[in-house]
């Protein structure tokens, strides 16, 4: 206990390290507590003897953890610690000065990660200096972040960590890169670092054995086994017999206790040639001579010389009467390697017999794994054959060790089915029929267990046999104009026929291949059919995607199969005479026509002769929550408003709807200000407008038990009428009013009072609330139940297709029902996941590639795209590149599209993180790809706008005007993402978030920020005369600054381009984009 073990000393530049192994010490000797307060020096007390004894017992300790802690540092740091006469206190000044928990220095280690390299380093020590700078910068960022985000976080950054660590690695390392890198799953850094080193020995071996064939007589060469040698050792390695750095005891040179051995090439000077090749040849035969040792035959000698020839060949070559051919040899050849390449397998005898009963014999194999896994998940299956009548069962097994429950299940079906017990069981040598549980059951069941011989499966022919019946039993054919697959055993191939048809237009082979939708069909082999007569059957079970990210999954089974079979379980009417045939549509109907006449929505009149009424239709929807089961079904009165006539029947029809960057805004502030989140319905939101028009429709069907000349003169507003929506929000306008709300957005109401403050959103008939005034609140929601037909929702879980996740982290924002409804309608839920929305170094074009016959699924693809974008800024960039081209589209368009959604199927449950107790500053990013459009060399503006670290608004678009450089690309961004913050400090001001200090925009181009702080404009900078004075003037008058920020910083480097996997992933982590399971 006199002396600390510590391998790293402290230099003044590694305080992380150095601390965290002391800490490590000190908690180890139980004496943690003189350095965080938890033990400090008793006060005296009326006992004085005890008093000396215990004071001076603790003074010695510490007195000796002083002494260790000056030891472990260097000689010119114990000069500052000399004035400090505690622990406590010298830890205290060594924290306040060398520890770094800033964001300059999480920069700084940004930036050294980012340029680090392997140069000349051992692997070892590039390891190790790697590892150094991660685990810096990995305490720095998850210093203050919540629990429930902490393994996220992790997770991410040991992907990132080790594909960095790989990218780095020096040339003469790729094949094990690519290797690791190939693998699926890609292995972890510590086991990529051990193939590393094993690499690293046999290229040192190499090299050893190149330079020792090639050395000249004058160089001797000196072997040793050292394995790796002393190059290998980290420099923070300490000798315990020099106690110096950089070597071990084993080898320091001051050590004369042991002999020097080495591994490199050692010259020396020449040394006599005593070993000639007649002293060789002579030492030999001396020695084979005294050992009496005798040579093969001549004969067998000339037969392995010859290639093995038989004795007939040999014999007449040796005997022949050639030239110089005086001997005569008597052949009598037994060679080994002739007998082993002319022997052959013993043919297996077939068994003619069978048993003489069911289940007396009983042939067992199983087979797998599948290198796909079934709808079930499923991987394995066993097979249990009745050798008296080769009836067959078989099993779908998840893993091997389920063989024995199965088997347990097959033998009770038998006992209890056929009143029989099976005798003998033959299987393979198979780990899953040798356990000792299985074993230990077939001897209390007394049943005899056969098995095969390892490598002799012909024993067990029976049931391998069965395997093959069993794999090849047809083809899967692809019909093309259904976009299907169908099996079948009866194909014929037409081979001089193509399949697809021959264009003069090649397509990249980059290009995404495009899958089809296969009908999946299975075999049921219930125990109680047999194999020979198959039924065919669609599995209803609900596959759960892979999990992806190491969250757990849901129970409720959110995946894109629960959604798909839940929907196609119900048969949606298309019109009012089929709907009229089932009770539970003819109730929904009768519901929905109660609810109109309650609220006094039409006068029945005749019509007059000069009008032409409105018709009307059912609309008939079966609402499911994301788990798949029903929650009602819903009928809906719409009147056909296409048919109205501007000025006649209506005029204004612009009804506003809230930003969703005011959503993603209100809902930051919520999680960082802990305020709770409520949502209501309005139930029939458009019939509580004030209609003023005087509109006629026919009486829908159901209204009526008979025909009528008299039709629905209209009082109040229906679904349809194209002046429907503008007139709910004014009547709802007017009602917040009424209750001293003030609007500031387009549909974002707020009212303030002495114990805080209330905010509103609206989308059409959907309404969000939240504010720290809970009485307010509630007042609130009491005068709009008094004022409309409302439906309190409870706390907010899922508005307008986003579902929203609370936990005391913070809250999460996703799409996962509409992104698998997505992958749904793409008809991709069998396909294969991407890592990137978009494939590296791909241009669209508008005009190459064939024109879609039918653009309409490209459409409503891309729309669908768009709308995801709402909680995906990772896919932003992706979507605006295929939205460019909804005019004409082309395959190669339609390709893009499909591997977006490829994407977003493996990241369905990705959304955004909104952290609670999070800062309310704003932070902006910008960036620009100049000419980044093939087509019109037009700029990509990308630019984000962060509350505090929480995303709420970014954009990715195709600037409006062909820049001439870069700098006025970037500067045009500039301007965009300027406008944004202004925008958005306005709003946070209202909401009593006022900014009092510049919101930083970073951005990478120097000129770009030195043309903003410079007054002085010239010739070339006339023709962005406006955006500049635009963002000067924001510049100027402090809401803004404009720090220089690295390309490889910048986050909305993903808002301009696609990138590579690693970096893709680096960013979108930085957009805190998470997984978390959907739970709607």
Excluded at 142 to 168: C, E, G, Y
Excluded at 187 to 203: A, H, M, T, W, Y
Excluded at 862 to 887: K, N
Excluded at 946 to 966: E, M, N, T, Y
Aim: charged share 20%; hydrophobic share 35%; net charge positive.
């Amino acid at each position: 206990m006199d002396s600390a073990p510590l391998c790293v000393k402290f230099t003044g530049t590694n305080y992380s390290t150095w601390a965290f192994q002391f800490e490590l010490f000190l908690k180890g000797k139980d004496l943690w507590g003189h350095i965080d307060g938890t033990d400090v020096e008793k006060p005296s007390t009326f006992d004085k003897s005890q008093d000396v004894g215990t004071s001076h017992s603790w003074a010695v300790l510490d007195a000796r953890i002083m002494s260790w802690l000056l030891g472990s540092v260097e000689p010119h740091i114990v000069t500052h610690l000399r004035p400090h006469r505690s622990t406590q206190s010298m830890w205290a000044y060594l924290k306040k000065v060398y520890h770094q928990d800033n964001d300059a220095r999480r920069f700084q280690l940004e930036h050294a990660i980012v340029m680090f390299q392997h140069g000349s380093l051992s692997i070892q020590d590039y390891y190790s200096a790697f590892l150094t700078l991660w685990h810096e910068y990995a305490d720095l960022v998850t210093t203050d972040v919540p629990i429930a985000a902490l393994s996220t976080i992790q997770t991410i950054h040991a992907t990132t960590r080790r594909d960095q660590f790989l990218m780095k690695l020096r040339p003469e390392y790729e094949s094990v890169r690519s290797s690791l890198l190939n693998r699926s799953p890609v292995p972890s850094l510590d086991i990529c670092f051990g193939e590393l080193l094993r690499k690293e020995q046999r290229l040192s071996t190499q090299a050893i054995l190149g330079q020792s064939h090639g050395s000249s007589g004058t160089t001797t060469v000196a072997y040793a086994a050292q394995g790796r040698g002393p190059l290998m050792h980290s420099k923070n390695s300490q000798c315990f017999c020099c106690k110096e750095y950089g070597h071990i005891a084993a080898t320091c040179p001051k050590n004369n206790t042991r002999l020097s051995f080495s591994c490199v090439l050692c010259s020396a000077p020449p040394a006599p040639d005593y070993c000639t090749p007649e002293m060789v040849q002579w030492i030999l035969i001396s020695a084979l001579s005294a050992m009496g040792f005798q040579g093969p035959d001549l004969s067998m000698v000339w037969h392995r010389r010859l290639g093995h020839p038989n004795t007939q060949i040999l014999s007449h070559v040796l005997n022949s009467d050639l030239p110089g051919n005086k001997d005569r040899y008597s052949l009598s050849l037994e060679c080994d390697s002739c007998k082993l390449g002319k022997s052959k397998t013993l043919p297996f005898p077939l068994h003619a017999s069978r048993a003489s009963h069911c289940f007396d014999f009983i042939h067992s194999d199983v087979w797998g794994p599948s290198p796909v896994s079934s709808h079930e998940k499923f991987k394995y299956y066993v097979t249990f054959i009745n050798d008296h009548s080769r009836f067959t069962w078989v099993y779908f097994l998840r893993s091997k060790s389920e063989v024995f429950r199965t088997f347990t299940e097959f033998l009770a079906y038998v006992d209890n089915q056929f009143s029989t017990s099976i005798k003998t069981l033959r299987t393979d040598s198979g780990g899953e029929y040798l356990s000792t549980e299985f074993q230990a059951f077939l001897a209390s069941k007394g049943i005899i267990h056969q098995r095969s011989y390892p490598s002799i499966p012909q024993q067990n022919g029976v049931a391998e046999r069965k395997n093959r019946h069993l794999l090849d039993v047809g083809f899967v054919c692809y019909d093309p104009t259904l976009h299907r697959t169908r099996i079948s055993r009866n194909v014929i191939f037409l081979e001089n026929q193509h399949f697809f048809p021959i264009s003069s237009s090649t397509v990249s082979s980059s290009s995404t291949v495009v899958l089809p939708s296969f009908e999946q069909q299975f075999l049921d082999l219930h125990p109680m059919q047999s194999v020979a007569a198959p039924s065919v059957r669609r599995s209803s079970r609900v596959s759960v995607p892979p999990n992806r990210y190491g969250f757990p999954s849901s129970s409720s089974g959110n995946s894109i199969s629960a959604l798909t079979a839940a929907l196609s379980k119900f048969d949606i009417p298309t019109c009012y005479s089929h709907a009229a045939k089932h009770d539970c549509w003819r109730q929904a109907m009768q519901e929905e026509i109660a609810a109109l006449e309650a609220n006094h929505t039409w006068d029945i009149e005749p019509c007059p002769p000069t009008i032409v009424p409105l018709g009307c239709k059912w609309v008939y929807l079966v609402k499911v929550r994301s788990d798949g089961s029903l929650d009602r079904y819903k009928a809906r009165l719409v009147a056909l408003g296409n048919n109205q006539e501007y000025g006649v029947n209506y005029e204004e029809t612009f009804a506003p709807v809230t930003k969703m960057t005011t959503v993603r805004t209100i809902l930051a502030l919520a999680a960082s200000s802990d305020w709770p989140l409520h949502q209501m319905d309005v139930k029939n939101a458009f019939l509580h407008g004030d209609l003023k028009e005087c509109i006629y429709m026919k009486p829908p069907r159901g209204l009526f038990s008979s025909p009528t000349s008299h039709v629905c003169k209209l009082r109040r507003f229906l679904y349809g009428l194209k002046q429907a929506p503008r007139a709910w929000f004014e009547k709802f306008h007017t009602t917040l009013l009424q209750f001293s709300f003030r609007k500031y957005d387009t549909s974002l109401f707020l009212r303030k009072s002495d114990m805080g403050i209330v905010v509103l959103l609206v989308y059409v008939d959907d309404i969000v609330i939240t504010g720290s005034d809970s009485a307010l609140l509630g007042q609130l929601k009491t005068h709009l139940s008094e004022s409309f037909h409302m439906k309190d929702l409870g706390p907010l879980t899922y508005f307008l297709g986003l579902e929203v996740h609370h936990s005391p982290s913070g809250i999460s924002l996703n799409q996962h029902k509409y992104a698998s409804d997505l992958v749904a309608t793409a008809g991709l839920q069998g396909a294969t996941s991407v890592d990137t929305p978009m494939e590296l170094n791909v241009k669209l074009r508008k005009k190459e590639g064939n024109l879609l016959a039918d653009p309409s699924l490209y459409r409503k693809l891309v729309g669908s795209l768009v709308y995801l974008t709402i909680t995906r800024p990772d896919i932003s960039f992706a979507v605006q590149q295929v939205s460019q081209f909804l005019q004409t589209p082309r395959h190669l368009h339609l390709a893009a599209v499909r591997r977006i959604i490829r994407y977003v199927q493996g990241t369905s449950t990705r959304g955004l993180f909104f952290p609670t107790g999070n800062s309310t500053r704003l932070t902006a990013y910008s960036d620009a790809d100049w000419a980044g459009c093939a087509d019109t060399r037009r700029s990509i503006t990308g630019w984000c706008v962060f509350l505090g670290d929480a995303l709420i608004s970014w954009k990715s678009k195709k600037q409006d005007r062909v820049s001439k450089s870069s700098t006025e690309s970037e500067y045009r961004a500039m301007s965009l993402a300027c406008s944004e913050i202004i925008w958005l400090r306005g709003m946070l001001a209202e909401l009593d978030f006022s900014e009092t200090d510049p919101t930083p925009l970073h951005a990478d181009n120097t000129s770009a920020i030195q043309i903003t702080a410079n007054p002085v404009y010239h010739e070339r900078t006339k023709h962005i005369e406006v955006d500049c004075h635009s963002i000067r003037e924001a510049f100027e008058a402090r809401v803004i600054t404009l720090p220089h920020i690295s390309t490889d910083l910048q986050i909305a480097d993903i808002f301009t381009k696609a990138l590579p996997r690693h970096r893709h992933c680096l960013l979108s982590s930085k957009l805190m984009l998470v997984d978390q399971p959907a739970s709607i």
